[in-house]
Protein backbone atom coordinates (compact mmCIF):
# COMPACT_ATOMS: atom_id res chain seq x y z
CA UNK A 1 0.00 0.00 0.00
CA UNK A 2 1.44 3.25 -0.78
CA UNK A 3 0.35 6.36 0.71
CA UNK A 4 1.32 9.85 0.00
CA UNK A 5 1.45 12.51 2.92
CA UNK A 6 1.42 16.43 2.84
CA UNK A 7 4.58 17.19 4.94
CA UNK A 8 2.35 19.64 6.86
CA UNK A 9 0.29 17.32 8.51
CA UNK A 10 1.58 16.44 11.94
CA UNK A 11 2.65 13.37 12.93
CA UNK A 12 0.80 11.77 10.09
CA UNK A 13 3.91 10.26 8.09
CA UNK A 14 5.52 9.10 11.51
CA UNK A 15 1.72 7.45 12.43
CA UNK A 16 1.91 5.18 9.18
CA UNK A 17 5.28 4.49 8.44
CA UNK A 18 5.26 1.31 10.58
CA UNK A 19 2.76 0.24 8.66
CA UNK A 20 3.05 0.88 4.61
CA UNK A 21 5.24 3.03 2.62
CA UNK A 22 4.69 6.73 2.71
CA UNK A 23 5.83 9.24 0.58
CA UNK A 24 5.56 12.93 1.68
CA UNK A 25 5.18 15.82 -0.97
CA UNK A 26 5.36 20.09 -0.15
CA UNK A 27 1.28 21.06 -0.17
CA UNK A 28 1.00 22.85 -3.39
CA UNK A 29 3.37 21.21 -5.21
CA UNK A 30 1.75 17.95 -6.22
CA UNK A 31 0.83 16.79 -9.57
CA UNK A 32 -0.41 13.71 -11.00
CA UNK A 33 3.17 12.53 -12.19
CA UNK A 34 4.58 12.17 -8.58
CA UNK A 35 1.41 10.00 -8.15
CA UNK A 36 1.80 7.79 -11.19
CA UNK A 37 4.90 7.28 -10.36
CA UNK A 38 4.81 6.09 -7.07
CA UNK A 39 1.68 4.07 -7.63
CA UNK A 40 -0.15 6.05 -4.56
CA UNK A 41 -3.19 4.85 -3.76
CA UNK A 42 -3.87 6.71 -0.78
CA UNK A 43 -3.80 10.32 -0.25
CA UNK A 44 -3.50 12.83 2.17
CA UNK A 45 -3.70 16.68 1.63
CA UNK A 46 -4.43 19.58 2.90
CA UNK A 47 -6.00 23.00 1.61
CA UNK A 48 -2.95 23.88 -0.76
CA UNK A 49 -3.76 21.27 -2.80
CA UNK A 50 -6.77 20.83 -5.06
CA UNK A 51 -8.08 16.99 -5.60
CA UNK A 52 -9.45 16.72 -9.25
CA UNK A 53 -9.36 15.51 -12.58
CA UNK A 54 -5.86 17.16 -13.72
CA UNK A 55 -4.88 15.85 -10.38
CA UNK A 56 -6.00 12.20 -10.03
CA UNK A 57 -7.19 11.40 -13.62
CA UNK A 58 -4.56 7.79 -14.63
CA UNK A 59 -3.74 7.09 -10.95
CA UNK A 60 -4.58 4.68 -8.70
CA UNK A 61 -5.76 6.94 -5.65
CA UNK A 62 -8.51 5.62 -4.11
CA UNK A 63 -8.67 7.51 -1.04
CA UNK A 64 -8.19 11.07 -0.70
CA UNK A 65 -8.30 12.76 2.90
CA UNK A 66 -8.25 16.66 3.89
CA UNK A 67 -6.58 16.89 7.17
CA UNK A 68 -9.01 20.43 6.65
CA UNK A 69 -12.36 21.33 8.04
CA UNK A 70 -13.04 22.75 4.55
CA UNK A 71 -13.22 21.08 1.51
CA UNK A 72 -13.41 23.62 -1.36
CA UNK A 73 -10.21 21.95 -2.48
CA UNK A 74 -12.17 18.79 -3.31
CA UNK A 75 -13.95 17.86 -6.59
CA UNK A 76 -16.92 15.65 -4.68
CA UNK A 77 -18.33 15.13 -8.09
CA UNK A 78 -15.45 13.89 -9.93
CA UNK A 79 -14.23 11.89 -6.48
CA UNK A 80 -17.74 10.48 -6.42
CA UNK A 81 -18.06 9.41 -9.92
CA UNK A 82 -14.83 8.10 -9.88
CA UNK A 83 -15.23 6.18 -7.26
CA UNK A 84 -13.12 7.78 -4.70
CA UNK A 85 -13.72 7.76 -1.22
CA UNK A 86 -13.01 11.19 0.30
CA UNK A 87 -12.59 12.48 3.91
CA UNK A 88 -12.26 15.93 5.77
CA UNK A 89 -11.76 16.77 9.59
CA UNK A 90 -14.76 18.99 9.93
CA UNK A 91 -14.18 20.72 13.47
CA UNK A 92 -10.65 19.75 14.31
CA UNK A 93 -9.31 22.83 14.91
CA UNK A 94 -12.83 24.81 15.79
CA UNK A 95 -11.13 25.82 19.13
CA UNK A 96 -7.49 27.11 17.47
CA UNK A 97 -10.15 28.89 15.14
CA UNK A 98 -12.73 30.75 17.95
CA UNK A 99 -9.79 31.39 20.15
CA UNK A 100 -8.25 33.29 16.97
CA UNK A 101 -11.56 35.22 16.21
CA UNK A 102 -11.98 36.02 20.18
CA UNK A 103 -8.35 37.74 20.26
CA UNK A 104 -8.77 39.51 17.30
CA UNK A 105 -12.36 41.31 18.41
CA UNK A 106 -10.57 41.77 21.56
CA UNK A 107 -7.88 43.75 20.61
CA UNK A 108 -10.05 45.78 18.33
CA UNK A 109 -12.29 46.42 20.98
CA UNK A 110 -9.23 47.74 23.39
CA UNK A 111 -7.40 49.98 20.79
CA UNK A 112 -11.07 51.29 20.40
CA UNK A 113 -11.83 51.73 23.93
CA UNK A 114 -15.59 50.03 23.34
CA UNK A 115 -17.10 48.29 25.66
CA UNK A 116 -18.62 44.39 24.41
CA UNK A 117 -21.25 44.35 26.91
CA UNK A 118 -23.17 47.61 24.96
CA UNK A 119 -22.22 45.15 21.42
CA UNK A 120 -24.43 42.87 19.36
CA UNK A 121 -22.24 39.94 17.83
CA UNK A 122 -23.37 38.59 14.34
CA UNK A 123 -22.29 35.01 13.82
CA UNK A 124 -22.98 34.26 10.21
CA UNK A 125 -22.66 30.31 10.20
CA UNK A 126 -23.23 28.48 14.06
CA UNK A 127 -21.38 25.01 12.95
CA UNK A 128 -18.24 23.87 15.15
CA UNK A 129 -16.60 27.46 14.90
CA UNK A 130 -19.68 29.36 15.28
CA UNK A 131 -20.75 27.48 18.26
CA UNK A 132 -17.78 27.84 20.19
CA UNK A 133 -17.36 31.93 19.62
CA UNK A 134 -20.78 32.25 20.55
CA UNK A 135 -19.98 30.07 24.04
CA UNK A 136 -17.19 32.25 24.58
CA UNK A 137 -18.84 35.69 24.22
CA UNK A 138 -22.00 34.69 25.63
CA UNK A 139 -20.24 35.29 28.74
CA UNK A 140 -19.40 38.89 28.11
CA UNK A 141 -21.91 40.69 25.43
CA UNK A 142 -25.44 40.70 26.04
CA UNK A 143 -26.80 39.98 22.82
CA UNK A 144 -25.63 37.55 19.72
CA UNK A 145 -27.24 36.78 16.66
CA UNK A 146 -27.41 33.87 14.57
CA UNK A 147 -27.86 33.55 11.36
CA UNK A 148 -28.06 29.93 9.38
CA UNK A 149 -30.38 28.22 7.77
CA UNK A 150 -29.46 24.55 8.83
CA UNK A 151 -29.79 25.78 12.87
CA UNK A 152 -33.30 26.35 14.23
CA UNK A 153 -32.08 26.50 18.03
CA UNK A 154 -29.96 27.40 20.27
CA UNK A 155 -28.95 26.74 24.07
CA UNK A 156 -26.40 30.00 24.00
CA UNK A 157 -27.92 32.54 26.43
CA UNK A 158 -28.58 35.70 24.75
CA UNK A 159 -28.39 34.33 21.36
CA UNK A 160 -31.52 35.01 18.92
CA UNK A 161 -31.31 33.85 15.76
CA UNK A 162 -32.19 35.55 12.93
CA UNK A 163 -32.28 35.74 8.99
CA UNK A 164 -29.10 37.17 7.17
CA UNK A 165 -29.92 40.26 6.41
CA UNK A 166 -31.32 40.87 10.54
CA UNK A 167 -27.75 40.02 11.23
CA UNK A 168 -26.18 42.06 8.89
CA UNK A 169 -27.80 45.25 9.67
CA UNK A 170 -28.45 44.54 13.50
CA UNK A 171 -24.95 43.67 14.41
CA UNK A 172 -21.94 45.60 15.87
CA UNK A 173 -19.54 43.45 15.24
CA UNK A 174 -19.81 40.48 12.75
CA UNK A 175 -18.09 37.14 12.18
CA UNK A 176 -17.95 34.80 9.47
CA UNK A 177 -18.25 30.82 9.79
CA UNK A 178 -19.79 29.60 6.67
CA UNK A 179 -17.73 26.65 4.19
CA UNK A 180 -17.19 28.02 0.67
CA UNK A 181 -20.45 27.37 -1.56
CA UNK A 182 -20.83 28.55 -4.89
CA UNK A 183 -23.98 26.48 -6.01
CA UNK A 184 -27.08 24.99 -4.38
CA UNK A 185 -30.09 26.19 -2.03
CA UNK A 186 -27.53 27.85 0.32
CA UNK A 187 -24.65 29.11 -1.54
CA UNK A 188 -22.49 31.26 0.37
CA UNK A 189 -20.02 32.24 -2.37
CA UNK A 190 -20.38 36.89 -1.91
CA UNK A 191 -22.82 36.39 0.96
CA UNK A 192 -21.37 39.58 1.96
CA UNK A 193 -20.91 41.54 -0.83
CA UNK A 194 -22.50 44.56 -3.67
CA UNK A 195 -26.08 43.46 -3.12
CA UNK A 196 -26.30 44.20 0.61
CA UNK A 197 -23.10 46.04 2.18
CA UNK A 198 -25.44 48.80 2.67
CA UNK A 199 -27.23 46.87 4.88
CA UNK A 200 -23.84 46.81 7.13
CA UNK A 201 -23.18 50.11 9.24
CA UNK A 202 -20.29 51.48 8.87
CA UNK A 203 -18.79 51.12 12.14
CA UNK A 204 -19.30 47.31 12.06
CA UNK A 205 -16.64 45.27 12.70
CA UNK A 206 -15.86 42.31 10.28
CA UNK A 207 -14.29 39.33 10.51
CA UNK A 208 -13.46 36.53 8.30
CA UNK A 209 -11.85 33.62 8.74
CA UNK A 210 -13.84 31.05 6.96
CA UNK A 211 -12.45 31.36 3.34
CA UNK A 212 -11.88 33.92 0.71
CA UNK A 213 -14.57 34.54 -1.19
CA UNK A 214 -17.28 34.25 1.31
CA UNK A 215 -17.10 37.71 0.88
CA UNK A 216 -16.93 40.20 -1.72
CA UNK A 217 -12.90 42.06 -1.06
CA UNK A 218 -13.71 44.73 -3.50
CA UNK A 219 -17.12 45.68 -1.97
CA UNK A 220 -16.46 46.03 1.55
CA UNK A 221 -14.11 49.46 1.28
CA UNK A 222 -16.68 51.48 -0.62
CA UNK A 223 -18.66 51.06 2.70
CA UNK A 224 -16.78 49.85 5.69
CA UNK A 225 -13.35 51.73 7.09
CA UNK A 226 -10.42 49.15 6.88
CA UNK A 227 -9.50 49.80 10.25
CA UNK A 228 -12.60 47.63 11.16
CA UNK A 229 -11.56 44.53 9.11
CA UNK A 230 -10.12 41.14 9.96
CA UNK A 231 -9.54 38.88 7.30
CA UNK A 232 -7.39 35.54 7.71
CA UNK A 233 -8.49 33.85 4.22
CA UNK A 234 -8.40 35.51 1.20
CA UNK A 235 -10.01 35.51 -2.20
CA UNK A 236 -7.32 33.88 -4.61
CA UNK A 237 -5.14 32.22 -2.44
CA UNK A 238 -1.85 32.36 -2.07
CA UNK A 239 -2.39 35.12 -5.19
CA UNK A 240 -4.38 37.22 -2.86
CA UNK A 241 -5.07 41.57 -3.00
CA UNK A 242 -2.07 42.76 -1.58
CA UNK A 243 -3.78 46.29 -1.40
CA UNK A 244 -6.51 45.54 0.15
CA UNK A 245 -4.65 42.90 2.69
CA UNK A 246 -2.05 46.00 3.49
CA UNK A 247 -5.07 48.24 4.90
CA UNK A 248 -7.02 45.96 7.28
CA UNK A 249 -6.58 46.02 10.93
CA UNK A 250 -5.86 42.66 11.71
CA UNK A 251 -4.26 40.95 8.00
CA UNK A 252 -2.90 36.81 8.69
CA UNK A 253 -2.01 34.35 5.94
CA UNK A 254 -4.53 32.10 6.56
CA UNK A 255 -3.51 30.28 9.95
CA UNK A 256 -6.30 30.95 12.42
CA UNK A 257 -6.68 27.16 12.47
CA UNK A 258 -3.19 26.16 13.27
CA UNK A 259 -3.19 25.19 17.06
CA UNK A 260 -0.81 22.15 17.43
CA UNK A 261 -3.82 20.60 18.61
CA UNK A 262 -5.99 21.03 15.97
CA UNK A 263 -3.72 19.95 13.64
CA UNK A 264 -2.92 16.82 15.83
CA UNK A 265 -7.05 16.39 15.84
CA UNK A 266 -7.06 16.70 11.97
CA UNK A 267 -4.66 13.63 11.83
CA UNK A 268 -6.15 11.69 14.21
CA UNK A 269 -9.36 12.03 11.88
CA UNK A 270 -7.25 10.75 9.00
CA UNK A 271 -5.80 7.91 10.67
CA UNK A 272 -10.03 7.06 11.88
CA UNK A 273 -11.08 7.12 8.58
CA UNK A 274 -8.25 5.01 6.96
CA UNK A 275 -8.88 2.70 9.24
CA UNK A 276 -12.55 2.24 8.62
CA UNK A 277 -11.27 2.07 5.42
CA UNK A 278 -8.66 -0.29 5.20
CA UNK A 279 -10.07 -2.53 7.98
CA UNK A 280 -7.61 -1.96 10.30
CA UNK A 281 -6.25 -0.93 13.51
CA UNK A 282 -3.03 1.85 13.52
CA UNK A 283 -1.22 2.57 16.95
CA UNK A 284 -2.02 6.70 17.76
CA UNK A 285 -0.31 6.70 21.61
CA UNK A 286 2.28 9.06 19.97
CA UNK A 287 -0.16 11.35 19.05
CA UNK A 288 -2.68 11.15 22.15
CA UNK A 289 0.73 11.85 24.19
CA UNK A 290 0.80 14.62 22.29
CA UNK A 291 -2.78 15.97 22.86
CA UNK A 292 -2.62 15.74 26.66
CA UNK A 293 0.73 17.38 26.69
CA UNK A 294 -0.42 21.03 27.14
CA UNK A 295 -2.72 22.38 30.55
CA UNK A 296 -5.84 24.11 29.39
CA UNK A 297 -7.75 26.62 31.05
CA UNK A 298 -11.79 26.53 31.85
CA UNK A 299 -13.52 29.26 30.34
CA UNK A 300 -15.69 29.64 33.01
CA UNK A 301 -12.91 30.75 35.30
CA UNK A 302 -11.36 33.62 32.68
CA UNK A 303 -12.65 37.13 32.97
CA UNK A 304 -12.16 38.76 29.55
CA UNK A 305 -8.98 40.54 30.41
CA UNK A 306 -7.82 37.23 31.52
CA UNK A 307 -8.89 35.22 28.36
CA UNK A 308 -7.56 38.40 26.08
CA UNK A 309 -3.73 38.12 28.06
CA UNK A 310 -3.14 34.11 28.08
CA UNK A 311 -4.59 34.45 24.17
CA UNK A 312 -2.37 36.91 23.61
CA UNK A 313 0.63 35.57 24.53
CA UNK A 314 -0.30 32.31 23.25
CA UNK A 315 -1.36 33.60 18.97
CA UNK A 316 1.44 36.20 18.76
CA UNK A 317 -1.27 37.57 16.71
CA UNK A 318 0.19 41.24 16.42
CA UNK A 319 3.60 39.99 15.74
CA UNK A 320 1.98 37.75 13.04
CA UNK A 321 -0.30 40.48 11.22
CA UNK A 322 3.32 43.09 11.56
CA UNK A 323 5.07 40.19 9.50
CA UNK A 324 2.52 39.48 6.82
CA UNK A 325 1.90 43.48 6.05
CA UNK A 326 5.75 43.30 5.87
CA UNK A 327 5.75 41.09 2.99
CA UNK A 328 3.08 42.64 1.27
CA UNK A 329 5.35 45.25 0.27
CA UNK A 330 7.39 42.87 -2.01
CA UNK A 331 4.80 40.02 -2.23
CA UNK A 332 4.97 36.80 -4.23
CA UNK A 333 2.55 34.09 -3.27
CA UNK A 334 5.47 31.29 -1.86
CA UNK A 335 6.13 33.98 1.13
CA UNK A 336 2.56 33.41 1.63
CA UNK A 337 2.76 29.58 1.72
CA UNK A 338 6.11 29.93 3.67
CA UNK A 339 4.60 32.07 6.16
CA UNK A 340 1.86 29.77 6.81
CA UNK A 341 4.46 26.94 7.02
CA UNK A 342 6.42 28.08 9.52
CA UNK A 343 3.75 30.17 11.39
CA UNK A 344 4.91 29.48 15.47
CA UNK A 345 3.53 26.47 16.79
CA UNK A 346 1.35 27.40 19.56
CA UNK A 347 -0.88 25.16 21.81
CA UNK A 348 -4.60 26.03 22.76
CA UNK A 349 -5.51 28.25 25.93
CA UNK A 350 -8.90 26.76 26.43
CA UNK A 351 -9.88 23.13 27.64
CA UNK A 352 -12.53 21.19 25.25
CA UNK A 353 -14.74 21.20 28.30
CA UNK A 354 -15.44 24.70 28.18
CA UNK A 355 -17.82 24.45 25.56
Not at 90 to 105: P, Q
Not at 249 to 268: C, D, V, Y
Not at 325 to 353: A, C, M, Q, V, W
Amino acid sequence: MNIAVDSNIVFLKKTLEFDFNVISFDGGELNSDFLIENKIEILFVRSTTDCNETLLNNTKVKFVGTATAGIDNLDLDYLESNNIKWTNAAGSNSISVAEFVTLSIQSWLIVNLFDITNMKIGIIGFGNIGKKVGKIFEKYSKSILVSDPFVKDVSIKNTQIRNLEEVLSESDIITFHVPLIKNGNHPTFNILGSHNIDLVKKTTLIVNTSRGGVIDENSLLQNISSKNLIFDVWENEPNIDTEFASKLFLSTPHIAGHSFEGKLRGTLMMIEQLENYLGVNIDKSEIMKEMNKSTKKELSKLSFFELYDRLKNNLQLSETNNQFKRILENFDSGKFNNLRKNYPKHNETLSENSF
